[in-house]
């Protein structure tokens, strides 16, 4: 009974760990509820977003959109 109860534990443990999302990493797209219509950003990190609430839920708030929406010039500037 013992083996058994501390078996179910490591497990449900186990679980517990895998489901955590991962530290630093933007939240899965199936997270943010947002319109499907299209409207391309561009991020502050140089990331074109597919529209403006997606940049706000996956940047969580540290990712601004640029002033010109163009990351096609900050991709050749980096160059």
Do not use: W
Not at 24 to 36: A, T
Not at 38 to 55: A, E, R
Not at 57 to 71: A, E, F, H, Q, Y
Request: net charge positive; glycine share 10%; aromatic share 8%.
């Amino acid at each position: 009974m013992v083996k058994l109860t501390i078996f179910y534990l490591t497990v449900l443990f186990g679980l517990l760990v895998a489901l955590q999302p991962a530290e630093g990493g933007p939240p899965p797209v199936s997270r943010c509820r947002c319109p499907k219509r299209p409207g391309p950003v561009c991020g502050s990190d140089g990331h074109t977003y597919f529209n403006f609430c997606q940049l706000k839920c996956l940047g969580r708030g540290k990712v601004k959109p640029t002033i010109d929406n163009s990351c096609i010039k900050l991709h050749v500037e980096k160059k």
